[in-house]
């Protein structure tokens, strides 16, 4: 197994990584735990892309080889130990859609065409679904409801935290599902944490009406740079979903950023354009 020294924001073990048929990735052990579901979260490691893309890069559209990317998907499928064809991809741009999808959409975004866009977040209650979505530094976000056995998976970058989209998960599975927040387990994945990430006023302001000024201390402070903030996507995401009533012993917060470890991770701050991305994936597993 390659040796990885992640670079912690505290000394939690949040996460463990795991290899598997030679593919490293992240896990929440509270998602394990339950044996309901098969989930992980990408790194950079095990994949067959080369340079800028290097090595495990999930994204068609940056440039990288398809054959690759397919080639990266079907490892990752092997690793998770989950069908290629089970995948369903997001069509991310930075909505609060979110898509109830199952059986039919199969393969899609993989080895079919989507026939949706503009979908921020996947619902399924369907084993044998895998919902994928991606990154490079926004914040993933991992629901399990272990009563009525429905999952969701959710794509929150600034505007999708400003959003609120990580709330409107949570509800979007109540109305499909009857999933209640209290019964959610829910993840708060790999992502820019406060001190990489620097924000103008512009963003600032619109957290500001977002949040309730209590908590305002909590979320962005000024850096000293005219005009210049420190956000904290972390805390934003876990306010709103203990705002959306899922219990705060139910709720796991990453200390891995993507910015603080680009060996294993891709990080749009750090590695603008040239670069690939990451995925998380979440499916429930077959009874
Ligand atoms: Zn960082």
């Known amino acids: 197994m390659q040796r990885i020294e992640w670079k912690k924001k505290d000394s939690r073990n949040v996460m463990e990584t795991v290899e598997q048929c030679g593919v490293p990735y992240l896990s929440f052990p509270v998602l394990e735990e339950t044996g309901l579901v098969t989930h992980g979260f990408s790194t950079r490691l095990g994949g067959v892309s080369e340079g800028v893309y290097a090595s495990m890069n999930f994204s068609?559209?940056?440039g990288d080889e398809p054959e690759h990317v397919r080639e990266n998907y079907r490892r990752m499928a092997k690793a998770l130990g989950v069908e290629a064809e089970s995948m369903v991809l997001t069509y991310q741009t930075h909505t609060v859609n979110i898509r109830r999808t199952g059986k039919e959409d199969r393969g899609k975004g993989v080895f079919r065409e989507r026939d949706y866009r503009d979908i921020d977040g996947l619902v399924t209650d369907e084993p044998g679904v895998t919902l994928v979505t991606f990154?490079?530094?926004?914040?993933?976000l991992y629901f399990l409801d272990p009563v009525r056995h429905?999952?969701?998976l959710s794509h929150s970058g600034w505007r999708g935290t400003v959003g609120k989209i990580g709330k409107i998960t949570v509800e979007r599975m109540g109305e499909e599902f009857?999933?209640?927040?209290?019964?959610?387990?829910?993840?708060i994945g790999p992502s820019i944490c406060k001190d990489c990430f620097?924000?103008?006023?512009?963003?600032?302001e619109l957290f500001a009406k977002a949040f309730p000024s209590k908590i305002h201390d909590r979320l962005f402070s000024p850096n000293g740079k005219p005009?210049?903030?420190?956000?904290?996507?972390?805390?934003?995401?876990?306010?709103?979903?203990?705002?959306?009533?899922?219990?705060?012993e139910r709720l796991q917060v990453t200390n891995l950023c993507t910015c603080c470890n680009p060996d294993y991770l891709y990080s749009h701050r750090k590695m603008g354009e040239k670069r690939g991305n990451l995925c998380a994936f979440l499916a429930l597993k077959e009874e």
């Open 60 to 62: 068609f559209t940056r």
């Open 135 to 140: 990154f490079a530094d926004c914040v993933p």
């Open 150 to 152: 429905a999952i969701g």
């Open 178 to 187: 009857g999933s209640k927040p209290e019964d959610i387990i829910a993840c």
């Open 198 to 204: 620097e924000v103008g006023e512009e963003v600032v």
């Open 227 to 248: 005009g210049k903030y420190q956000l904290d996507l972390w805390e934003a995401n876990r306010e709103i979903l203990l705002e959306a009533g899922i219990r705060p």
